[in-house]
């Protein structure tokens, strides 16, 4: 099982500012990577997949980058609305597994 | 517009069974693979199972901690997907989400999302 690891597990920034949230995989994913936004009481919502393509309707400020083990979520400036907690996802086999997940709050 | 609803939690006791559905609209059922993913209360995310269009086999996928116990399946014609739970356990106790997933191999993420249905097991 491909075990995915998150960092930092919370993140306290302010609105406006940049967010860099990392996952990295204990062996080679290749770019089937997701990141997955959920806000309290939500269901998940797919916000990039295959590494760094953003899904419908996702915003700009949202970008993703990596390949192999090691990937970035970066939120280039804070609105409200993003202060949630970020998932990582692999697809590159089965089992399909999750990070343990960041929580970006509010400073 | 793609809807997903779950139906089929509630309270139940360990070592027996309950039957989740998912009933979908807005697309057409029959071309997308389909799958599970869980959440214990104040916890992450559990990935539970997969299952795939019929054009794939309708080949199915566990997580090894539900494996032999949990089964999903689909039924195109009604437009649902189900989850078959037996033997439950307190550790199965959780939020289940129903997800959509890609039509085809390369695809496979999980692109839309039901608001979930909650398990408890408990004696």
């Known amino acids: 099982e491909i075990v995915l690891t998150q960092s930092p597990a919370t993140l306290s920034l302010s609105p406006g500012e940049r967010a860099t949230l990392s996952c990295r995989a204990s062996?080679?994913?290749?770019?089937?990577l997701a990141w997955y936004q959920q806000k309290p009481g939500q269901a998940p919502s797919l916000l990039i997949y295959?590494?760094?393509n953003r899904a419908t309707g996702i915003p700009a400020r949202f970008s993703g980058s990596g390949s192999g083990t090691d990937f970035t979520l970066t939120i280039s400036s804070l609105e409200p609305e993003d202060f949630a907690v970020y998932y990582c996802q692999q697809r590159y086999n089965w089992p399909v597994t999750f990070g343990g997940g960041t929580k970006v709050e509010i400073k | 517009e793609v809807q997903l609803v779950e139906s089929g939690g509630g309270l139940v006791q360990p070592g027996r069974s309950l039957r989740l559905s998912c009933s979908v609209t807005?697309?057409?059922?029959?071309?997308?693979?389909m799958s599970w993913v869980r959440q214990a209360p104040g916890k992450g995310l559990e990935w539970v199972g997969f299952i795939t269009s019929k054009a794939y086999g309708g080949t199915t996928e566990y997580a090894a901690s539900v494996k032999g116990r949990l089964t999903i399946s689909r039924d195109d014609s009604k437009s649902i997907a189900y989850l078959q739970m037996n033997s439950l356990k307190i550790e199965d106790t959780a939020v289940y989400y129903c997800?959509?997933?890609?039509?085809?191999?390369?695809?496979?993420?999980?692109?839309?999302w039901g608001q979930g249905t909650l398990v408890s097991v408990s004696s």
């Open positions: 295959d590494a760094s």
């Open positions: 997800t959509r997933e890609g039509a085809g191999p390369g695809t496979y993420y999980n692109w839309y």
């Open positions: 062996q080679s994913v290749s770019s089937y």
């Open positions: 807005g697309f057409t059922f029959g071309d997308y693979a």
